[in-house]
Structure formats: C-alpha cells, structure tokens
C-alpha cells in the first residue's frame, strides 16, 4: 500500500495511473493536496498523475525517481530500506572548511556516484573536508551541469539514482568527509517543467533571466515555499546530507515579511537540532548584501555563508589583464581592488560600478570572513568560459600557483574546482542535453552570440549537446602523478595542509588581513598574524624587505629566496612565511 | 541667466526651447546629465526640452511649476523669491500627533492652498497637530484625488502652485501646526508622463498595479533614486514640509543592498540634522513588515511609522457586519481580530490569509505603537467605497462616536480624515479627470465591473470624470456648528482633548494595553494603564463591572450610567474612564 499526495489547487479532478489503472484521488484539502491510498503501490511502483480532462499524465512534481527521464513516469521510492552506517556523524564545522566542487558526470570516466566513491580517500588525504556537488537531481538527456533540472526531488538516475547518492554520502561520511548539494530554487529548467500544470509554482509578476519568477509571494505561495523548503528538508534528512548551495538567491523575489531564505534557515536550523547534526546553507548572491549572511535576530536570513565573487574577480583580473574589460571584469582589475576584496569582502560594497551602471552593494561591517566562500576557479568561472580552459591554461603554471596560494590562505572558507588541485589538463566545458532541437539549437547560437561579442570565432565553441564537449570535460586521473600535475597536486597539499594546521588561517576575522601592494610593480604581501603571503606578479623579480627575519614555509617555485633583510621573488612566484619569533639558529 | 539641468543619458543631443528659440544643451556627464546656461531665461521663463530628433518638446521632469497643465512647457521658479516667517519651527513630534488628512480640492469650496488657510485656526483648536496633505503634484486635468501625478516636482496650479503651497506651509507654522504630504513614488499617472522619454524611470522587470515598475534596482537607477530622493527632500528643504507619507511602498521592488527606503531615511535624517527641524516619514505598507519601521541599526528601514490597515479592517467589520465577506475585510470581523490589532498592531503577523491565499506579515514584537497611525476613516476608506460614504452614513452616529472613541485612544498615532469630525454630510468619492477619453471610459467602466461584483447597481456609481463627482465631495462648512454634525465636533474636540492631557494615552507603549471582550454580547474594554475605554456594540445594554470605582471621564450618549458598582452601556455607546484612585467625594 502506498499513499500518494500531491498539491493542485486548482484541479476539479485527479487520479493516479499505474499500468493502464486510474486510481481517483479526493482533494483538494483547506491547502489543495489530493491524495490516494493504493493497495497495490509500495516500493518500486511507477506512477503518473491524471489532472481534469488532460489525457496525458504527468509525473509527480515531488517525484523521488525518474527512472525513465523527465518525461516519464516517477517511481515509488522507500527512504527507509537504506541501511545507513554514518549514525555518529556529525560533521565537520564550516570555519575549518576546504571545500572541493564536483559534477558527478565528469569527475570520473563512469560519471555515477560509485566511481565517485573510488576518489574518496584521494580527497580526505588531499586534506579536503566538503564535498560540494553540482545538481543532481533529474534533467532532460544524457549530460548536463543540472542547473536545468525539472525534477527537483530526484536523484539523477544517470548519476545512481536515490540509492547511488546514498551510497556517495554514506561512503564521504565514513572517511570523514561532508556534503553539501548544489540546489537550484530561483527556476526550473524550459525542458520538462510539468510544475506549472498543478499549481502556481511561478508568477508573471516578476521576471528573471529565465522567464517568469519562482513565486515565493503570490497567491498559492505557502505551498510553494513548502515545496522548495521541504525539498531541502529532504536532503539533509532522507540522503544525510550536510548543506546546501542555492544556486543564484538574487532571483528570489520576494517582498513577505517573512523572506523564503529566512523560513529556510529557520527550518534548517530546527532540523539541525533534531537530527543533532550541523548543517548549512551558502548561497550564491550577486546582491553583494550581508543581510545573506547575517543572523536572523539582527535582520538577517542566517546564511551560514556566501560566495564571494568579487574575491574571485578581483584576483583573476590581476591574473589575467586580457579579460578586464569583458562583463564584469569591467569592474575590476587592479591590486587595490584585490586588496580591498582581501580586507573588506565586498569591493562593491556601495560604490558606483560601471558594469552594472548603478552603485551596488554595502559594507559587511564587522562579519566573519568565514561568512563568505574563496575560489579561483569553480564551475562558471571555468565552464563559463568560451571553451572552458581553466587557470593554469590561461596563465601558465607558475601564476596559477600564486592564485591558489592566495585563494588557500585568504580569510575566506576556500573551494576548488575537481581537476584544480592538479592542473587537470581536461576543459569543464558548458554541456546540455536538452532533448528538443529547437531549444539546442537556440543554446548553441546565443552562445556563439554572446562569445562572438567578446572577439571569439564562433567555430571554436563547443556544442553544448555534443556528446563529446561532455566526454571533453571528463577529468583524466592518470595525469595527477606526471610532472606539472603532480608539482601542482604537492602544492595543493602544502597549501590545504598550512591552512588547515595554521590558527592565523582560520580565524576570519577580517581585522586581522593587512595587504599591502605595489600596483606598477605588482607585488602584494598579505599578513594574517602570523603568516605572511608575499607575492610577485610582475615581469622583473621583486626584492621586499623582511625585516622581522620571517622564515619561509612555503615557496611556489625555484629561484624564491629568503634571508634575514629580504625576500626576493622571481616573477610569477608566492613565498609564504611564518611570523612566529624564530631561534637565529632556525634557518 | 538660468542654468538648466536634466538627466538624459541615452539621448545623443538636447536643447532648451524657450519660445520658439532653441539652445542647444552640453552632455552627457559621466552620469547622464545635460546642461545648458541661457542669458535670457530666469523666474517665470517658460520652457521645455527637445530630445534628439523629436520634434515635439517635452516638459521638465523636475519642472517646479506646470501653469499650463502636464502637457505644456514647465515655467522656472526661484525658491528664494518667498519670505517665510516660521524661522524658530522645529515642528512637534509624532509620538504626540493628531494628524488630519485632508485634500485640497475638497477641503473648502475654493480648493485652493489660500482658501485653507482660513480653516487653520479651526483644526489647531480643534487638536490638531499634523496636517497630512493628500498628493498636491500636477495632475493632468481640474480634479483628481492627486495619486496619477506625474509632474512630481511641481506644485499643482489648480491648488496654487509653489507660492500657494509656501503660504499654506507657513501659514500651518505659524499656527503651531505641522505639514506632512502624501507623494506618489512607486508610478507615475497613465497621462502625461513623459519622463520615459528622459531615461530608464520604469523597468520591465517587475510589475505592479500600475504597470511596470519603478526603477530602483536595475541600469541606471541610481539617478531614478536620486529622483525620488531629491523630490522628498525639496519639499522638507524648500517648501519647509514636516514629513512625507509614502504611498504604497510595498510596490517598491529593489533587491539592492541597500533598498531605497533606507537610502530615503538616512538622507531625510541628514536634512533634518541640517535643518535643525524634525522631520518624520511614514510608509503606506500593505506587507506587515517591521522592518518598514525598526531602525536602521536593527536592519529596518528606518521609517518613523507606518498606516495601521489591520486596526482600521479589525475595527470596520465589527461597526459594520454587512462587508464583512469581502475583499479584505475577509480576514476580519471579529472581536478577537480587534482585541489582536490593538495590543499586537498586526492581526496579520505570520497567519494564513484568506483573502490573500497565503501567510501573510510577522510581528512587531517590542516596537512601540506610535511607529503605527490608527484611523478608522481615511481618503482610501471613504473613497474608494462605491459612492464614497462616510462612516457614520453607513452605521450611524452613535456607533461612528464609538469607533471614534477607540481610534482616539488606541497605542497608534490618530489620524482622522477631513470632516470626520463633524461627520460631514458631503461623501468623499473617487474624482479623476484624465484629460483623455479612453481613459476617462477604462476608469468608469473598471470602477462599475468592481462593483457591480458586489452586489451595486452600476447605474449608482458617480462617474469619476465628471465635476459633479468633485464638488459633490466637497465639504460644506455650514455643516459644523448644526445638530449632529455639532455633537460629532465637540464629541472630537473632547476625544482629542482627552488624547492630549492623558500620559497613558501618549506612551505608546503596546505591552501595556489590555483588551478583554465578548464576542457574542458585542462588549470590549481597553485599558491604557491610567484610562480605560468601554464600548457596547451589541444590540443589548451591556452591565459590566466597575470593581476599581472608576470615574467617568467621557460619554458617548445620553443613558450611559457609571456607578461605584457598574458601568451600563445602551447599545452603541462608549465610556471612558480614569483609573485613578479616587477620593469618595469625587463623583
């Protein structure tokens, strides 16, 4: 027997189909859920939902697997027959965090979560402590990031479906490592969305970059923000799951009283003392507000953190002068701005900014740098890219080096991309199943569009439904033990190692970053107590003073050297010291 | 010579007319602006700009004075010309307000700034603190309630134009009274508006009532706020205003970090810092959302108050049975909702609406109740009735002098609407004069389908458009010293008289109401810590206790008794009485 429910406010009838069997169901309640008890149903059973007098039947918004693709049927699914062995678990505090962000399609040759289990122990030694992945729940096709997905509360079945993920979380938990799910709530993807057919899911009120907005403040809307709530609810309950990313925030528009992340944090937080484990929430915002992350008792939505883009910006157009001028590059570009995103968090924190004609932002006054997630790389930033070369592609080994030993010492919690800590030699590029012609067709055009405006012949990008721009972008794991691989994999682990073993790297307090730099030079010196970042990315060694006689800990190449009165780098090269008072003898 | 100023940053080339001569203008500046200096031009220069080949002019869209209606040229005003004699005004505080809504065109028979001078001394006799001014921007045609302005920075000429508004101001001054007016920031009228020719005032983004919304968020809208922001400011910095009520600002949609309102509050406390002057804002809100009203510091707005529209619905549908079904009054209609909105402000603060289909608000918890202005008729709650019929037309006098009772003494600052205290017989209705036929006939025809699902008889609905409607509404002075229409008066003249001497009725202090009530015998008590108001609006006489052998300070009809025992209440009647300890011989 199984019951089944779901919410059509505005349906006169419906009905359950199993087989070629219509089960009627009675509704709608005060709230507009019909349910229907089935004797026959239980685990395993495939399903569909009648409504009126559509004849074609739909699958379950709430759905837990879509074994036969977006389009199909959902199937029946029992949480409880995991057999679950991470009970203690607990998880691993986020202020201490190294975050890793996977897609489970190309983080291995099988792109499931059992192949991704087989890297675990590679991860934990590597000194990461999240695992963050990319959306996997159910889309149209073959392949995809999942920022497409339609069928929101289950698992990818190309990816493992229900159990795979279970199987991924359970392994993490047993070697240490924790979760977190990317989710997207700001839109359902154009291929597949059958929300809209049983009730308000979104409102015409307010548009995105996608079309008609979630409607988190419209009639119906309680039981919408039930659906997304409960659908984060489900991960950290039913698959254990440690946290959340959400996926653009920025396009949540919502003026009640009571704003959808604050209902979120509330319930995440109550599900948290329930279940006695941490869990989290980071959101990507383009808002550059601390209200994100504030507490809710100061008027805040209780994010626990946010990335932090103008970080990634700043550092990367200091990197890379080519791109400057491009989108939002537009904004950045010098060593002072990096020094700002270094001290302040927020380089637009209530200045003018060109790229968006407005002044944009506010100060984050006083909060926690561990409020606010680092990175150099991550998915957009590489796959959103033209033909998604990644750093070390664009900038050589040595300056990617000195990116990653900012990024891994600076006061944010710090994330990197699969391949990252290896300089995999494999592109992320943008791919997309979207099973309709039309719409492939329209992806591929607008963005040789969109790269034709910045200069790129539009014969080099990739197809994004092509078969081989997914294979493409298949990290190869042979590559981590040859020459510059494994030099930058040794790196990663010094660095993931001095910040995990460093008090000064994880205090976050914003107070304690000094930065200093020379912008014709191009040097800067990061001080965070005790340890002090210095790089060189100019074109002519640089010679710094050191006059507290700081030993060197780490130095990202040949030709660093450190005395008692100096430090001289060559170009493109960091050397990290310790600030401790050392014995003369020490060095 | 006159330097003249307008914000145009797509147009490629701009002049000045003035007659028939143009003058070309310089710009754009980095952020927009055009300029042009013309030897000839000065106060009373009448004038308009021409936008790159357009070869009709449009007028200012900060024109300061429009004497030939919205569609001509705007006319230059010097603000130094006038002579004010309010030197030493600081204005009162709103804690302690009395404020009086009223709207020019109907408030005397002449409908102008000069004509309601002359009834000043009788509002400041009256009680009378604040005078809150519904909006007196240029409107397109002879009459209208003022809301579909769209010259917002001039004085409409039908009222007297900006020389009219400063006699009135320091006329009020003068008299000890404070001016608040009401300005329109979330559209601009459907007629007349040509600031879209100008620059990115509106954004597709978003919609509203009115159409698409104002731009506070989106390309450019840094100077569409300073728009706003330099409209609020002019009229406390130039026309000497005391505050601003901000109509409907829950259709504001900006996700900036910093919204607008807040931009609005710190740059009002700004002025007022400067102007040595209090100045207040209050917010027509329709979100039940403290954060309109909590300091800034808090993550509020920072608004000095907001309208109270759950008070006014609660205490509406308990004088009134017959609406209580419909649109928003279906969330009301019992004691119990009254009791809630006097000791909790919102009756809606995170329940489940019906009339919305959602949770709707959250709640105040500890903010004060003067942060809330409490009425039971205003030019909303009249006017936009079907016929625009006043409070006592619907419930009669002695029921009218019961909710008058209880708005004078509730938590929340008055405010009582032009004639209501002398229930004057004269309706307020809903006047408009679109200049513009289609429009006129959308407006009639809208206001009868809204009706007509009522229940109304569409042949009753006064037509907006016609002169009738307007002078209908005007009040008739004659009135105030006859029969009922004298009672009602000095019944508000004791009211407020009481309101004003009584430290428990000015301490807004919302823990310290206390509300008990039977919701079948239609009795409620409120107590105010020293004052405790009584009301029967059953169709029995209610007997109730009087354990305190509390005096009667105010009576609302003949047959009320108050003895050391009891308090006998006829059928709509209040008494209100001191808490006090008394000496025996007192009564």
Chains 1, 2 share one sequence.
């Not at 859920?33 to 149903?41: C, D, L, R, S």
């Not at 290896?422 to 309709?436: E, R």
Request: proline share 5%; charged share 25%.
């Amino acid at each position: 027997m199984h019951e089944f429910n779901v919410w059509a406010p505005g349906a006169a009838k419906m009905a359950v189909k199993i087989g070629d069997a219509l089960h009627p169901m009675t509704g709608p309640d005060h709230a507009g859920w019909w349910k229907a008890a089935v004797e026959e149903a239980g685990s395993g059973t495939d399903y569909a939902f009648l409504l009126d007098d559509d004849p074609k039947p739909y699958s379950d918004p709430r759905g837990l697997w879509q074994p036969h693709g977006v389009h199909g049927p959902s199937r029946v699914y029992d949480h409880k027959s995991f057999d679950w062995s991470d009970i203690h678990w607990q998880g691993p505090p986020l202020s201490g965090a190294v975050i890793y962000e996977l897609h489970i399609g190309t983080f291995t040759t099988a792109g499931t979560f059992d192949a991704a289990i087989e890297r675990l122990g590679y991860l934990f030694e590597l000194g990461i402590t999240h695992i963050e992945l990319m959306p996997i729940v159910e889309f149209p096709g073959k392949h995809g990031w999942g920022y497409d997905g339609v069928a929101l509360f289950a698992v990818n079945d190309l990816y493992g479906g229900p159990d795979g993920l279970k199987r991924f979380v359970d392994a993490c938990h047993t070697r240490g490592l924790a979760v977190l799910i990317d989710v997207v709530y700001n839109h359902f993807g154009p291929v597949g969305n059958y929300t809209t057919k049983f009730g308000p899911y979104l409102t015409s009120r307010h548009c995105t970059p996608w079309g008609d907005a979630v409607n988190f403040e419209d009639v119906g809307s309680d039981q919408v923000r039930r659906f997304f709530c409960d659908n984060a609810l489900m991960w950290m309950r039913d698959y254990h799951v440690d946290g959340l990313r959400l996926d653009a925030v920025h396009e949540f528009i919502d003026r009640s009283a009571i704003h959808f992340m604050e209902q979120l944090s509330i319930e995440v937080e109550i599900l948290s003392s329930m279940l006695e484990r941490r869990l989290v929430l980071i959101a990507e915002s383009d808002l550059n507000d601390p209200r994100m992350v504030k507490p809710r008792e100061a008027g805040g939505y209780g994010m626990d953190a946010q990335w932090s883009d103008d970080f990634h910006h700043a550092l990367f157009t200091v990197l890379h002068k080519e791109d400057e001028g491009r989108g939002y590059y537009t904004d950045f570009g010098s060593f002072e701005k990096l020094a700002k995103a270094l001290t302040s968090v927020f380089v637009y924190d209530g200045i003018y900014s060109r790229y968006r004609s407005r002044v944009h932002g506010r100060p984050v006054n006083g909060l926690s740098g561990h409020h606010f997630i680092g990175f150099i790389q991550n998915h957009d930033q590489v796959g959103n890219r033209a033909i998604g070369d990644r750093l070390e592609h664009i900038v050589g080994m040595n300056r990617a080096r000195v990116a990653s030993a900012i990024a891994l010492t600076a006061p944010f919690v710090p994330m990197i991309f699969q391949g990252e800590e290896f300089a995999a030699s494999s592109p992320f590029q943008y791919f997309a199943d979207h099973d309709d012609p039309a719409m492939a067709k329209a992806v591929l055009e607008g963005r040789k569009r969109e790269f034709a405006a910045f200069g790129w012949n539009p014969a080099v990008i990739p197809d994004p439904e092509k078969t081989e721009t997914f294979e493409r972008s298949k990290l190869n794991w042979d590559e981590i033990h040859e020459g510059g691989h494994g030099e930058m994999l040794e790196w990663f682990r010094q660095l993931i190692r001095l910040r995990r073993d460093s008090p000064s790297l994880n205090d976050g307090d914003m107070g304690h970053v000094k930065v200093r730099f020379d912008e014709s030079k191009r040097w800067l010196i990061m001080d965070r107590s005790q340890i002090r970042v210095m790089c060189n990315l100019g074109e002519a060694p640089a010679e710094l003073e050191n006059p507290g006689q700081y030993p060197l800990l780490l130095a990202s190449r040949d030709g660093i050297e450190v005395t008692e009165e100096k430090v001289l780098l060559p170009p493109d090269s960091v050397a990290i010291l310790s600030c401790e008072k050392i014995e003369k003898q020490g060095h």
